[in-house]
Structure formats: C-alpha cells, structure tokens
C-alpha cells in the first residue's frame, strides 16, 4: 500500500515548521539565574533586587546565597512545592550553615535525580561562609 493512499494520508493535514512552530516562552528568571552561574555581578544584584517580590523558590535561594538573607530562604521554604524546589532549599540552607558534609551528601543526591540543575552545581561548587 502505497503511503498517499493510507486512510489517514487524506485527513492529516500539512505542517510547516515556521508557520505552526509554538511560541517558546521567555523564562526571565531561568536567564537571570543562568547569568548569576555565569559571573554576571549585574546578574547577581538583580537576584536580590527581584526576590523581595518573587515566588520563584529557585530565585529565592540564589538571593538568600548571594544576599546571606535568612529570609529569602525562608520564603523559598514557604514556596517550596516540589521535591526538587524542597532539595535547593536543603542545599543553600546546608551551605549557609557552613555544613560541608552535609551539602556533599545532598548535593550527590539532588543531582543524581536532577543531573540538569546547574543552580545545585553552583552552590556546591561556591565556598562555605566562614564562621
């Protein structure tokens, strides 16, 4: 059977990848972040800028690390709704706390569900506030 003259072939409809092609949406928060991971010090003042406003728990925890601000990661508690929201807020409360095995210990196992959470990266790979 040939495929032009499948039952199917004479209802489906023809697709063109520029004229069908779906909006990607603008993340501004994972940009933002992704900036900040980068060594943008711009990036960093607008993190904390942004969190006295936002309900992004993974903006709230790169504030609360940047800022040293107690309460940004609180919010990010509050806000916290997934397991892996839940796990960043473990790890920067781990790394404030100056608590390096800790952190190894969540560390390992945040990334090894969530391989692609370079904001885990980030805070692992950041130095431990000195007591």
């Not at 501004?28 to 992704?34: A, F, K, R």
């Not at 790169?62 to 397991?83: C, G, H, I, K, S």
């Not at 839940?86 to 404030?96: E, F, P, S, T």
Request: aromatic residues 2%; neutral net charge.
């Amino acid at each position: 059977m040939c495929p032009a003259s499948a039952p199917s072939a004479h209802r489906q409809r023809i697709v063109s990848g520029s004229a069908h092609r779906a909006p990607v949406p603008d993340d501004n928060t994972t940009l933002l972040l992704h900036r900040l991971i980068g060594g943008d010090l711009l990036a960093a003042a607008e993190v904390v800028h942004r969190a006295t406003s936002s309900v992004s728990p993974s903006l709230l925890v790169a504030a609360a690390l940047v800022d040293r601000e107690p309460r940004f990661l609180l919010q990010a508690a509050a806000l916290a709704t997934t397991t892996r929201d839940r796990q960043l807020v473990a790890l920067a409360d781990a790394h404030l706390r100056g608590d390096a095995d800790r952190l190894d210990a969540l560390v390992r196992d945040h990334l090894s569900e969530h391989p692609d959470n370079l904001l885990a990266s980030w805070i692992a790979g950041r130095d431990l506030p000195r007591p």
